[in-house]
């Protein structure tokens, strides 16, 4: 056929392209062109030239018998005129409903040699274009628990649909996990805790240090998701340093182990000071005055 397009320039690429780039610009042009998307007066036809380019593009053997012979061996009866075969790349109009469309698609000689670019079968053009729309949604639950409960795990007893039912949140859910159970899915609220401030798995808290602790250095207890833990800080600790507890934050959901815990160090300074408190402070000062160095 003198008038058809060269299969490469519908889909846009070289006659050297490889097997990816043809099954790219195929699915690319398959999306932009289908009718159900497309309303425009060409599309139909346009959606119909892309296919069937791809349909031999798509086939090695198809392909290099296109390089070779061109448009003429997929013609009726090309490649078979004198020993009455036929076309041997004939195939016969398949198709389907997909929802509320239809879809028609031809085949090659053995059915099942044609990847639809990347698509199992043209609905899957469908998915792309609605969004997996017409599949059956699974029904989605809620459920609130305390922040305790998120690093524990807990079992809880609910009403789905008037029936009571056990669900065994794991540790680690956090708010807007998603848990997929056998009919339904449940999605988590976490309450804050007012001390730890979460960062995904790893846990944050802030520590009012005084300001002799900080220069001196010293032993600390603070409270961790899982208990009661001691750790010295340096001495010159200064104001916002993090502290890495290692391990001791949330359980990773669906992981082993757990992250890390930090500790910023707010150093408070006294508003208000005593007498002696004050000597210390301007012995201090004059030292410093003396030696020319700040003790900060």
């Known amino acids: 056929m003198a008038s058809e397009k060269d299969y490469y320039q519908v889909l846009g690429v070289t006659k050297s392209a490889s097997a990816d780039e043809i099954k790219k610009a195929y699915r690319k042009l398959a999306l932009e062109y289908h009718p159900d998307r497309n309303k425009t007066k060409e599309a139909n036809n346009k959606f119909k030239e892309v296919t069937k380019a791809y349909e031999v593009l798509s086939n090695d053997q198809k392909r290099k018998t296109y390089d070779q012979f061109g448009h003429a061996a997929?013609?009726?009866?090309?490649?078979?005129?004198?020993?009455?075969?036929?076309?041997?790349?004939?195939?016969?109009?398949?198709?389907?409903?997909?929802?509320?469309?239809?879809?028609?698609?031809?085949?090659?000689?053995?059915?099942?040699?044609?990847?639809?670019?990347?698509?199992?079968d043209p609905f899957e053009i469908f998915e792309q274009f609605f969004g997996g729309a017409q599949r059956q949604r699974r029904p989605a639950y809620s459920i609130r628990i305390n922040f305790d409960e998120a690093v524990k795990g807990v079992e809880k007893q609910v009403s789905i649909n008037g029936k009571p039912q056990k669900i065994k949140i794991p540790p680690g859910v956090d708010?807007?996990?998603?848990?997929?159970?056998?009919?339904?899915?449940?999605?988590?609220?976490?309450?804050?805790?007012?001390?730890?401030?979460?960062?995904?798995?790893?846990?944050?808290?802030?520590?009012?240090?005084?300001?002799?602790?900080?220069?001196?250095?010293?032993?600390?207890?603070?409270?961790?998701?899982?208990?009661?833990?001691?750790?010295?800080?340096?001495?010159?600790?200064?104001?916002?340093?993090?502290?890495?507890?290692?391990?001791?934050?949330?359980?990773?959901?669906?992981?082993?182990?757990?992250?890390?815990?930090?500790?910023?160090?707010?150093?408070?300074?006294?508003?208000?000071?005593?007498?002696?408190?004050?000597?210390?402070?301007?012995?201090?000062?004059?030292?410093?005055?003396?030696?020319?160095?700040?003790?900060?």
Do not use: C
């Open 74 to 120: 997929f013609e009726q009866g090309g490649m078979g005129g004198a020993g009455g075969g036929g076309n041997p790349f004939s195939g016969g109009q398949q198709g389907g409903q997909y929802g509320p469309f239809r879809y028609t698609y031809s085949s090659g000689g053995q059915g099942s040699d044609f990847d639809f670019g990347g698509f199992s």
């Open 175 to 296: 708010r807007g996990s998603r848990i997929r159970f056998s009919e339904y899915d449940i999605v988590v609220d976490v309450t804050p805790d007012p001390k730890f401030q979460r960062e995904g798995a790893d846990i944050v808290t802030v520590e009012d240090v005084s300001f002799p602790q900080a220069a001196l250095g010293g032993e600390l207890e603070i409270e961790t998701v899982h208990g009661k833990v001691k750790f010295k800080i340096p001495s010159g600790t200064q104001p916002e340093t993090l502290v890495r507890l290692s391990g001791k934050g949330m359980p990773r959901i669906n992981k082993s182990g757990n992250g890390d815990h930090y500790v910023k160090i707010k150093v408070t300074v006294p508003k208000k000071l005593n007498r002696d408190q004050k000597k210390i402070l301007e012995d201090l000062l004059k030292e410093e005055k003396k030696s020319g160095k700040s003790w900060f």
